[in-house]
C-alpha cells in the first residue's frame, strides 16, 4: 500500500513541477525580454521604411545589439541608395530577431554568466509553401548596466546543445525532487506507527522505530528486535 501512495505522490510532483516549470516561463523577466526583443525586431524594420544616413542607423540599432551584431545585419540586409541607405524585405531574414509567438512556446532560458537564451522550435506548415524545414531559431542576450542587448543569432535543423542541457537540468531536478519527496514520506511512516498502536504494541514499535532513525544516519545500519 505504501509503495502505491509513494508511485501516486512521484506522479503528482512531476506534474506538479512540470507546471511549475511551465508557469516559470512567462515570468516577470521573461515578460520583460519579451518585450525588450519585439523593440529590437521594430529598431530592425524601421531601417526599411525610409531611407538613412549611417549615424542615424548607428542611433537606432546601438540599444539593442552589439556593434558586431549590427555589422553582420547590415551586411546582410542593408543597401545603398541615393537617398541613403535602406533595407528591403528578404526570404532569408538573418539576423533579424525571429518571429517568436512570445508565448509558451518561446523560451527562455539561462545561457553562461549574465546571459539568456531565447529560442523557439518552428515546425515547416504542410498547408503553405515553406523555404525551411523543422528548425530552431534563438538569439542570445548579455546583460549590461544599461540593460540587455543581442549578441548573437542562430538557426539549426537539429536540436542545439544548450536545449538539450537545459531539458537534461529540468529532468534531474524533478527526479531529485520527487527522491526527496518520496524519502521524506519514508521518514514519516515510523512516527505513524508509533502514533497508531493498534497495529503494533508499544514494545515492538520502539525498537523499530529506533531502527528508522539510525539509518538516517547510516544507511548500512540495522537494528533488530525480538
Known amino acids: 500500500m505504501l509503495?502505491?501512495?509513494t508511485g501516486i505522490i512521484a506522479i503528482i510532483t512531476i506534474l506538479f513541477f512540470g507546471s511549475s516549470y511551465a508557469s516559470a516561463e512567462q515570468s516577470p523577466l521573461d515578460q520583460e525580454v519579451y518585450s525588450f526583443l519585439k523593440d529590437a525586431f521594430q529598431s530592425q524594420l524601421s531601417l526599411g521604411e525610409t531611407h538613412h544616413s549611417l549615424e542615424e542607423i548607428d542611433q537606432i540599432l546601438d540599444p539593442y545589439f552589439t556593434?558586431?551584431?549590427q555589422e553582420s545585419f547590415l551586411k546582410e540586409h542593408l543597401f545603398k541608395e541615393d537617398a541613403g541607405y535602406i533595407t528591403y524585405g528578404t526570404d532569408f531574414p538573418a539576423y533579424y530577431i525571429p518571429f517568436f509567438t512570445y508565448d509558451e512556446e518561446t523560451k527562455v532560458i539561462e545561457g553562461e554568466?549574465?546571459?539568456?537564451?531565447v529560442y523557439e522550435f518552428f515546425a515547416s506548415d504542410e498547408d503553405m509553401p515553406s523555404l525551411y524545414d523543422d528548425h530552431y531559431e534563438y538569439v542570445k542576450l548579455r546583460e549590461t548596466s544599461s540593460g540587455w542587448i543581442v549578441k548573437d543569432y542562430g538557426f539549426e535543423y537539429e536540436i542545439p546543445?544548450?536545449?538539450?542541457?537545459?531539458e537534461k537540468k529540468q529532468v534531474e531536478t524533478i527526479i531529485n525532487t520527487t527522491t526527496k519527496n518520496e524519502d521524506s514520506l519514508n521518514r514519516i511512516f515510523p512516527f505513524g506507527m508509533f502514533a497508531y498502536p493498534f497495529f503494533h504494541t508499544f514494545p515492538v514499535t520502539i525498537p523499530m522505530l529506533t531502527s528508522h532513525l539510525l539509518l538516517d544516519f547510516?544507511?548500512?545500519?540495522?537494528?533488530?528486535?525480538?
Open 161 to 166: 546543445d544548450f536545449v538539450k542541457s537545459s
Open 218 to 226: 547510516n544507511q548500512n545500519s540495522f537494528f533488530v528486535s525480538r
Open 113 to 117: 554568466v549574465g546571459e539568456k537564451i
Open 3 to 5: 509503495k502505491n501512495m
Open 67 to 69: 556593434k558586431e551584431y
